[in-house]
T-cell receptor, first 114, second 111 residues
Framework: QQQVKQSPQSLIVQKGGIPIINCAYE??????FPWYQQFPGKGPALLIA?????SEKKEGRFTISFNKSAKQFSLHIMDSQPGDSATYFC?????????????FGKGTKLSVKP | KAGVTQTPRYLIKTRGQQVTLSCSPI?????VSWYQQTPGQGLQFLFE???????NKGNFPGRFSGRQFSNSRSEMNVSTLELGDSALYLC??????????FGPGTRLTVT
């Protein structure tokens, strides 16, 4: 019930392409779904997050799509750039119940070719 | 605002020793969480402290412990180190527990 499954494990796109990373969760109590970006040697950086009462959220080139009935959410990166090459993690948490610990997916290594 | 800081950044210890890692949260943040990151297991939650009290705990053995001080700074301790404890230990701070901001981590190598 606590798992978050992330796919694909790795992804290669050309510059300008739109990589899509998918995540699925099991626990319907989760009410907070963030995405993190991590570069080698750095800690994860919060990119964008969504609550289950909205189906889509955009921040700059990053968009989260959320499907509550399917228990799935995804990250889209518009007009991807080589600087977006990093590992991306989805996560879920039950913050309303003060169980704010993040349950992470296994990560997707994205490579954007020039 | 300054970000989350962690010290030391790198550490090499021998099996059986103990280690203490330190984390200073973003000013004004009262919640500090610790995570272990390994290539095999990914990012796993260790524990969370809020106002000096442990609020949540992950599924790690009792060798892993932590504490939080009145200024919100936190320490985690690992006793009787094992080779499998080699990992990147990440600290994250948040205002109320939702948006968590991570530090750069402490890379622990156990030999």
């Amino acid at each position: 019930q606590q798992q978050v499954k992330q796919s694909p494990q790795s992804l290669i796109v050309q510059k300008g392409g739109i990589p899509i990373i998918n995540c699925a969760y099991e626990n319907t109590a989760f009410d907070y779904f963030p995405w993190y970006q991590q570069f080698p040697g750095k800690g994860p950086a919060l990119l964008i997050a969504i609550r289950p009462d909205v189906s889509e959220k955009k921040e700059g080139r990053f968009t989260i799509s959320f499907n509550k009935s399917a228990k799935q959410f995804s990250l889209h990166i518009m007009d991807s750039q080589p600087g977006d090459s990093a590992t991306y993690f989805c996560a879920a948490a039950y913050v309303t119940g003060s169980q704010g610990n993040l349950i992470f997916g296994k990560g997707t290594k994205l490579s954007v070719k020039p | 605002k300054a970000g989350v800081t962690q010290t030391p950044r790198y550490l090499i210890k021998t099996r059986g020793q103990q280690v203490t890692l330190s984390c200073s949260p973003i000013s004004g943040h009262r919640s500090v969480s610790w995570y272990q990151q390994t290539p095999g297991q990914g990012l796993q939650f260790l524990f969370e402290y809020f106002s000096e009290t442990q609020r949540n705990k992950g599924n790690f053995p009792g060798r892993f412990s932590g504490r939080q001080f009145s200024n919100s700074r936190s320490e985690m301790n690992v006793s009787t180190l094992e080779l499998g404890d080699s990992a990147l230990y990440l600290c994250a701070s948040s205002f109320r527990g939702a948006e968590q901001y991570f530090g750069p981590g402490t890379r622990l190598t156990v030999t």
